[in-house]
């Protein structure tokens, strides 16, 4: 079956760096289009980043500011997000998503059909 499993989450204090780990088994992510999204306590979830597998362009949320990078390392059926600068508001449960019919890019989690269990990121003093 299709499985995704976040790793790398934890307390970080501002303007530090976690990178975390999409890992996934059961399809090899490389043909599929890989999401991050992120769900702070009362807010929608909103999309993060977006790695395409068409032609391996990056896309990110404009709050993202030029301080996330998301990657694939193909051989290692992993997707990770490297984040530096963390601010307080970055605080959220981040998840990966696929969509195994989809190789191009989106930021809507509407377009995703499998989904990681998240991992919590809290950025505080």
């Known amino acids: 079956q299709v499985q995704l499993v976040e790793s790398g989450g934890g307390l970080v204090q501002p303007g530090g760096s976690l990178r975390l780990s999409c890992a996934a088994s059961?399809?090899?992510?490389?043909?599929?289009?890989i999401g991050w999204f992120r769900q702070a306590p009362g807010k929608e979830r909103e999309g993060v980043s977006c790695i395409s597998a068409s032609d391996g362009n990056t896309y990110y949320a404009d709050f993202v500011g030029g301080r996330f990078t998301i990657s694939r390392d193909n051989a290692k059926n992993t997707a990770y997000l490297q984040m530096n600068s963390l601010k307080p508001e970055d605080t959220a449960v981040y998840y990966c998503a696929t969509e195994l019919s989809r190789t191009w890019c989106s930021l809507s989690w509407e377009d995703f059909g499998s989904w990681g269990q998240g991992t919590q990121v809290t950025v505080s003093s």
């Open positions: 059961g399809f090899a992510l490389d043909y599929y289009a």
